[in-house]
DNA sequence: TCTGACCCATTTATCTTACAATTAAAAGAG
DNA sequence: CTCTTTTAATTGTAAGATAAATGGGTCAGA
């Protein structure tokens, strides 16, 4: 727990280049990670004051300016504010900056709530079939041709390797692209490290999680040929799809989700 | 242009304690926020490099330490990425954190583009009805409490006031709490400040803008009911007003948004 | 002569250290 | 109870040492 960043950075330095997500290489960002895990978790509750900059930097065995540049990342998401005098506290959860998509990456690492989760499905229940709806009318060949692409790809790798789950991250945000909406482009990038869990959990689930390639095929075909209202349905039975397997993989026992279709 | 930051800081502080958004007191805040809204206006271009630490430092009347501070917010909202050797690059559009609410509130000091107001309806339409439709499910008598409370003081300062406006966001917010998920209650924090600029900006108009208290009564009223159908209707209602309305004051020539109604 | 890999110097961000200033909460005096 | 003083925490200043990555140069091989 209070073993050296400095060294383990160090370590790490020596062996490869980038160590991916964990470690951004730099000692401030490993803090930051460090940090917003503990706050994430619930180690640090909201409300609660984190030890001064000068104790936790001597047992992180670090110094006092990256500790601070560490802060102000996680001031800039929401997690906590520091005021003189008062020290730094952690924020009301509803004032975290959930659609972040650090903050979302970091809130995989810790087994998120299942409550979390069906919000997160709602979210996507909500905004995915318009944006496919959206796709339908606006997208561009190069979208077309990069969703065929990856489709070709995710036909033949399946979501049990890594390059067919990236083809279906690329799937998702290409349609994404497709709807010239850069805010509805800056929600994927939250909602796709989400994504990316929520496959590879399934992927190593051995039973259930029906194939789902299918379903998108049917969202390209319906998006190559401008139909929006079959856009948006296929893609809402895609969601769904995915809803339910995660459901069933995680053993809930609650009904699915409340909203109605509107299509 | 290149006047000390640090004396206006100095200043401030003698005067009023909180001089609002502008300043945060802090003097990497204000660092942060200069640079900001000089990358959103295209001061500085995706790909651009930014002067040395050391050059930037003694241009604005800083030191390092508050400086760097101000790169880590930036990065954390993914406007820049710092590199050793490389410096400080601006990043794409596409890696820009658009939905945090700090870079929303920066983007309209700027007057944004129609591209991204229009991208903005396009997400409200997208979020609010299904938001109005789940509260009608699930909405809590604190919530229904205080969206007739903020209703009321709608009605007697209407728009054109600062607390008539506070209502009118005090009202989406507690709808938003009513859906009980929190990652829409997280959106709602990035579209609120551009709630506020669009409120604002119809409030200064002096013909149009019709008033959208009945509007928001009719979204009370099917809350209040749990009827969904009805909650998600008549919130589409009141989006599209403000849609109108906007795009009326702005003078668009184009036809509203292609999302079509889905109740 | 051209191509490629490898090594090295330089530039730049990053980290360390030490000290001064500001702020706001809390304690104390009137 | 109000005002002042104290005090503990973050914030800002300054300068030097460290480490990383780019770019260029060298050298070997084709």
């Known amino acids: 727990m209070a073993d050296s960043l400095a060294e383990n950075k160090k370590n790490q330095a020596g062996n490869v280049p980038s160590e991916g997500i964990f470690f951004q290489g730099r000692l401030h960002g490993a803090l930051a990670h460090r940090l917003a895990v503990d706050i994430l978790k619930g180690n640090y509750k909201p ?14 065995n670090s110094t006092r300016t990256p500790y601070r540049e560490a ?3 996680l001031a800039a ?14 924020c009301e959860r509803s004032r975290w900056n959930l659609l972040d998509p650090e903050v979302m990456g970091w809130m995989f690492e810790t087994t998120p709530t299942d409550a979390f989760i069906k919000a997160l499905f709602e979210l996507r229940l909500i905004n995915e079939p318009a944006a496919a709806e ?11 041709s990069q969703m065929y692409a990856s489709l070709m790809i995710m036909k033949e790798e399946t979501l049990h390797t890594e390059r067919g789950r990236i083809a279906d991250l690329e799937f998702h945000k290409q349609l994404l692209l497709g709807t010239q909406n850069e805010l509805l482009i800056s929600l994927n990038s939250s909602i796709g490290s989400a994504i990316a869990w929520s496959t590879k959990f399934k992927s190593s689930d051995p039973i259930g999680s029906r194939d789902s390639w299918p379903d998108h095929l049917r969202v390209y075909e319906a998006v ?23 459901r069933r993989s995680q053993g809930w026992k609650t009904a699915s989700l409340s909203l109605e279709s509107h299509t």
Chains 1, 2 share one sequence.
């Open 47 to 60: 409300g609660d004051i984190l030890p001064h900059q000068i104790d936790s930097v001597e047992s992180l």
């Open 71 to 73: 802060i102000r990342i």
């Open 77 to 90: 998401k929401g997690l906590v504010e520091s005021r003189p005098k008062r020290g730094t506290q952690v």
């Open 134 to 144: 959206l796709a339908a009318e606006r997208r561009r060949p190069e979208q077309l």
């Open 224 to 246: 190559a040929d401008r139909d929006s209202r079959a856009a948006r349905f296929s893609m809402e039975a895609l969601v769904r799809t995915a809803l339910e397997d995660t």
